[in-house]
C-alpha cells in the first residue's frame, strides 16, 4: 500500500523526505495553515461530540475524564506531519515507561471520507500500542474540533485528489478534563516529556 510506503519513510528516515517536511510546513505551520482561533481548548466535559474508536466502540469526550489524556489531530493519508507526529508521541511515551499505561493517547480523524473504522485500526498499528483512533460523522468532527480549538480545511490537489491542512499541536488534558497545555510540531523530548508528567502530576494532586 502506498500510505504504508510513506510512513516508513516519514518514521525512519527524515532526511530523505526533507522537501515533503518543507510541504507539510507550509500547510501545517507556514503560511498555508489555517487561521488559529487563538482560543483555550474546552474543558472535556464541556465538549459534546460522538465518535467511533478504531475498535468500533463508541467514544466521545467523557471517555477521556478520569485519566489524563493526550490528543492529536491529523489522517491517515497525511505524507509526514501526521507521521511524524505520531512517531514523536511513540517516542515520549517510550520514555515514559510504566508510566505511559497511565494517560490516554487518541488520534482523531479530519478525514472521516477515507478514514474508516478499519483504516484507523491498520494505520495506528504503526505505532505505539496505547494509541487509539477516532473517527465518525463530519459533524461530529467538526464539534470535536470546535471543543478541542483545532482547524482543518480540505485542500484540493493538482492531480484531482485532496489532501488535509490541520492544527498540528498535541493537546494534554489532566484526568479531571481540564486543558494543561499543548506540545508544538517538532517539540524536543527535553520538553514535551515533562509537559505530559505535569499533566499527569495535576492529575495526582487531584486526589491527595
Known amino acids: 500500500m502506498q500510505r504504508r510506503k510513506v510512513l516508513c519513510l516519514s518514521a525512519g528516515g527524515v532526511a530523505a523526505v526533507g522537501g515533503m517536511l518543507v510541504a507539510g510546513?507550509?500547510?501545517?505551520?507556514?503560511?498555508?495553515?489555517?487561521?488559529?482561533?487563538?482560543?483555550?481548548?474546552?474543558?472535556?466535559?464541556?465538549?459534546?461530540?460522538q465518535l467511533t474508536s478504531h475498535e468500533g466502540i463508541a467514544v466521545g469526550p467523557e471517555t477521556l475524564i478520569g485519566r489524563p489524556s493526550m490528543v492529536f489531530f491529523g489522517f491517515t493519508y497525511c505524507p509526514d506531519v501526521c507521521p511524524?507526529?505520531?512517531?514523536?508521541?511513540?517516542?515520549?511515551?517510550?520514555?515514559?515507561g510504566e508510566d505511559a499505561a497511565n494517560i490516554d493517547v487518541v488520534f482523531i480523524t479530519v478525514d472521516p471520507e477515507r478514514d474508516t473504522v478499519e483504516a484507523?485500526?491498520?494505520?495506528?498499528?504503526?505505532?505505539?500500542?496505547?494509541?487509539?483512533?477516532?473517527?465518525?460523522?463530519?459533524e461530529e468532527i467538526t464539534r470535536a474540533a470546535e471543543g478541542f480549538r483545532a482547524t482543518y480545511t480540505k485542500v484540493p490537489t493538482?492531480?484531482?485528489?485532496?489532501?488535509?491542512?490541520?492544527?498540528?499541536?498535541?493537546?494534554?488534558?489532566?484526568a479531571g478534563g481540564r486543558f494543561v497545555s499543548t506540545i508544538d510540531y517538532h517539540e524536543s523530548r527535553e520538553f514535551a516529556v515533562p509537559k505530559i508528567r505535569r499533566a499527569m502530576q495535576n492529575s495526582t494532586e487531584e486526589t491527595t
Open 25 to 49: 510546513w507550509w500547510q501545517v505551520d507556514g503560511p498555508g495553515a489555517p487561521a488559529v482561533a487563538g482560543l483555550r481548548p474546552l474543558p472535556l466535559s464541556e465538549m459534546e461530540f
Open 158 to 174: 493538482d492531480d484531482g485528489d485532496y489532501t488535509m491542512n490541520h492544527t498540528a499541536s498535541v493537546f494534554l488534558f489532566d
Open 120 to 138: 484507523m485500526a491498520d494505520y495506528i498499528g504503526y505505532f505505539h500500542p496505547a494509541l487509539r483512533g477516532w473517527t465518525g460523522a463530519e
Open 84 to 96: 511524524t507526529t505520531l512517531s514523536d508521541i511513540s517516542g515520549w511515551l517510550d520514555d515514559m
